[in-house]
Structure formats: C-alpha cells, structure tokens
C-alpha cells in the first residue's frame, strides 16, 4: 500500500487547516529512510546519521547489571533492557504468541516496579501532587544523579520575537534494534507565528548529545527540503525523526529566519528549547 505524504499548513486565526500533497525529498541531515507507515498524515523525513561504531550504548547482555544498581552505566543498560523486553512483547503479540506476550508483559511490569529511575519519577509526581516538596527535592536530586536525561521532558517550547517552537519527541520501536545499540526516535515540530510580520525559515541547527555526552551538530537548508513562509497567525508543521546509539539523549538547536516584508531584513535565531530522546517517554501528552 502506497502512503501519501502530506505537509499540514494550519491557519491558527480561523482553525482550519489545509493539506497540501508533499513531494519525496531525498536528503534530510546526511541519509534518509522513508518512513511509510508511521503517520498518514504528515510526511516524516528519517535521518540515518553516520556514527562511529565505537560500541557506545551497544552491551546485548540483558543480565549483565541488577536493577537496583544506581549507577549512570548502569542505566543506560538497564533501558537497554527495557527497551528490548518491550519489543520482543510486541514481536509476539502481533505473531499471536499471546502466552508469551503475557508472560513479556508481566517481566515488563516487575522490571518498572524495581527500575529505580522509574520509581524515583513516580515518587517525585506523587510528592509535588501531595506538596511534599521536601521529599520532592530529594527525588529530584537522587534521578539528577543516576539519570539526569530523565528529567528532560519529550517536549519543548520556546518563543523569539513571537515565533513559537513547539516539538514534541517519541520512541518508534518498530524502527529501533536494542539488540544492536540502535535507537529510533520521531518528533513533530509545530512553528507559529504570532508577530505582525511574516517570516521566512531559511536554515536549520541541532544538537544532538546522546547519554554518553557524546555531542553532535547538524546544520542544513530549510526543514523537509522546503524554506516555509510563515504569515501572522499561521502556522507551519512537519514531522522527521532521528537514530540514536543509546536508549536515552536530547536535541535542541534553532532555526534561521528572515523577516520578508521589508527589504534587506536581518536574518535571526529562533530557540528549539531542549527536549528529551527517552524510550520511557516522560508520561505526558503530545502538544
């Protein structure tokens, strides 16, 4: 089955919005995929970013650490563990194997009630909803120590000169190997602009720093190959993704801009505040 590809434009005065049929583009970072059966309706541009194969994040052992060791290594193997419980799970339900799916589903559960990262998250939601904000900040610092990622949210948003950025991050599991130290990650960005002027998005910058600190920058023209003109109170939406050779990380970055209502305008610099890369999400909803 043939997918269309569809950028979403939203007029953000009336509400409506108006699908325009996409174009194939070739290149988005250094090499892309297409991603056929993730969203109709949007056109997602997968990037496959060379790395070296120096085997960071990559350990296939899902025995090699306990999961009340607190350590930051430790993490990092424990979401590989995770990760891969998760998707041999989904690997026997859809080849109907209902018995073991069961039995995934149920390690899944065990392992999230001893995960101590996912514990100290629960605990820390339960103590800001009671107001226990003492036992708040201990959370807070026990989770900046082993997995200060977690604390990240898998959405940002940021406004400059009243362009706001929202993006909004998640885990594709059907894409990813854990087996093989590869992770993949799809985000929506959604761009309005609520200044009196319109604007151009001529180029973008992101950073990508996985949970080793192993840092990346990426630079490029426009977004999905096009140079969007934004006019007030409109908006602008697309959709790409992201490998990762560790179960956690983070982007952020910025786009170019110029406004293009006056002659000789100045180019400037719009935030992509940070936003998480998480396999265990963040709990919240999409923007």
């Known amino acids: 089955m043939q997918s269309l590809n569809l950028k979403l434009l939203t007029d953000f005065s009336t509400g409506t919005r108006r699908f325009v049929p996409g174009r194939s583009f070739g290149t988005e970072w250094r090499q892309c995929l297409n991603l056929r059966n993730y969203n109709r309706n949007c056109?997602?541009?997968?990037c496959s970013v060379e790395r070296d194969g120096g085997g960071e994040g990559t350990s296939s052992s899902s025995s090699s650490s306990s999961s009340s060791d607190p350590s930051p290594s430790s993490f990092l193997s424990r979401s590989q563990t995770y990760a891969m419980l998760k998707?041999?799970?989904?690997v026997a339900a859809q080849s109907e194997d209902y018995e073991e799916a069961a039995r995934l589903r149920?390690?899944?559960r065990s392992f999230e009630e001893v995960e101590p990262v996912l514990r100290l998250r629960r605990l820390l939601k339960e103590a800001v909803a009671d107001?226990?904000?003492e036992d708040a900040t201990r959370y807070r610092d026990e989770l900046k120590e082993i997995a200060p990622l977690s604390l990240l949210k898998c959405s940002s948003d940021a406004t400059t000169l009243g362009i706001r950025v929202q993006v909004?991050?998640?885990y594709i599991e059907g894409r990813s190997q854990p087996s093989k130290g590869q992770y993949f990650f799809a985000y929506r960005i959604r761009i309005t602009n609520n200044s009196d002027r319109p604007v151009q998005l001529l180029r973008r910058h992101w950073i990508i720093t996985d949970?080793?600190?192993?840092t990346e920058n990426f630079w490029g023209v426009g977004v999905i190959g096009e140079q969007p003109v934004i006019l007030p109170r409109t908006g602008f939406e697309y959709s790409s993704a992201c490998p990762l050779c560790t179960p956690n990380g983070r982007m952020e970055g910025d786009f170019e801009m110029k406004h293009i209502d006056k002659a000789g305008s100045p180019t400037f610099n719009v935030a992509i505040a940070p936003f998480s890369l998480s396999i265990l999400g963040d709990g919240s909803d999409a923007f």
Do not use: C, H, P, T
């Open 131 to 133: 107001e226990r904000f």
């Open 106 to 108: 149920d390690s899944l």
């Open 211 to 214: 949970a080793n600190g192993k």
């Open 87 to 90: 998707q041999q799970m989904e």
């Open 43 to 46: 056109r997602i541009v997968a």
């Open 168 to 170: 909004r991050s998640v």
